[in-house]
T-cell receptor, first 117, second 117 residues
Framework: AQKITQTQPGMFVQEKEAVTLDCTYD???????LFWYKQPSSGEMIFLIY??????QNATEGRYSLNFQKARKSANLVISASQLGDSAMYFCAMREGPERGYQKVTFGTGTKLQVIP | GAVVSQHPSWVICKSGTSVKIECRSL??????MFWYRQFPKQSLMLMATSNEGSKATYEQGVEKDKFLINHASLTLSTLTVTSAHPEDSSFYIC?????????????FGAGSRLTVL
């Protein structure tokens, strides 16, 4: 079974609009964390936002927010006020195990976001 | 902030030769580093987890003798692709677990694109 599922291979959004990228996960470990990364065409992986399984509030980082619904095992990324520079691949990832000593992070298949002027 | 340097960015080699890729954490100590492989337009596939001073843990299906990983110091891990063949051509990207942020975020190198002729 897939640990991380991203069901949207591609998304379009109008500049200045908000967009939600979906991510669902599967784990039986009570301690886990969810990451979102952005990968532009250059290939580098840019960290965007993190949510720990024990965090009470949804994570926010500037224009990025994570809609964490633990019971539904979803961790959707919301990008507000989209910019042309947001066009990239977006990956959801999960670490399982203790926060300070995890040994594995698995990635979803990614969503290609294109921002339209 | 956490910076991971990966070298070389690009490498072209002849079939049968070996190629070494270096991954360095520049401003923090990384007891654990992760090596990923990414095919065009696909997700990151975890190859192995590299722990300083001990043998790497390889994922199922990854040939240990083909992809040699050494993590001799707290700031350096190397991946050697031995007797490379065209099917080894890929984008290899390393990451390190950065504890300074408190969230143990994975920080990535810029990746190494290997082309085997």
């Amino acid at each position: 079974a897939q640990k991380i599922t991203q069901t949207q291979p591609g998304m379009f959004v109008q500049e200045k609009e908000a967009v939600t990228l979906d991510c669902t996960y599967d784990t039986s470990d009570p301690s886990y964390g969810l990451f979102w990364y952005k990968q532009p065409s250059s290939g580098e992986m840019i960290f965007l936002i993190y949510q720990g399984s024990y965090d009470q509030q949804n994570a926010t980082e500037g224009r990025y927010s994570l809609n964490f619904q633990k019971a539904r095992k979803s961790a959707n990324l919301v990008i507000s006020a989209s910019q042309l520079g947001d066009s990239a691949m977006y990956f959801c990832a999960m670490r399982e195990g203790p926060e300070r000593g995890y040994q594995k992070v698995t990635f979803g298949t990614g969503t290609k976001l294109q921002v339209i002027p | 902030g956490a910076v991971v340097s990966q070298h070389p960015s690009w490498v072209i080699c002849k079939s049968g030769t070996s190629v070494k890729i270096e991954c360095r954490s520049l401003d923090f100590q990384a007891t654990t580093m992760f090596w990923y492989r990414q095919f065009p337009k696909q997700s990151l596939m975890l190859m192995a987890t590299s722990n300083e001073g001990s043998k790497a843990t390889y994922e199922q299906g990854v040939e240990k003798d083909k992809f040699l990983i050494n993590h001799a110091s707290l700031t350096l891990s190397t991946l050697t692709v031995t007797s490379a063949h065209p099917e080894d051509s890929s984008f290899y990207i390393c990451s390190a677990r950065y504890t300074g942020s408190g969230a143990n975020v994975l920080t990535f190198g810029a990746g190494s694109r290997l082309t085997v002729l």
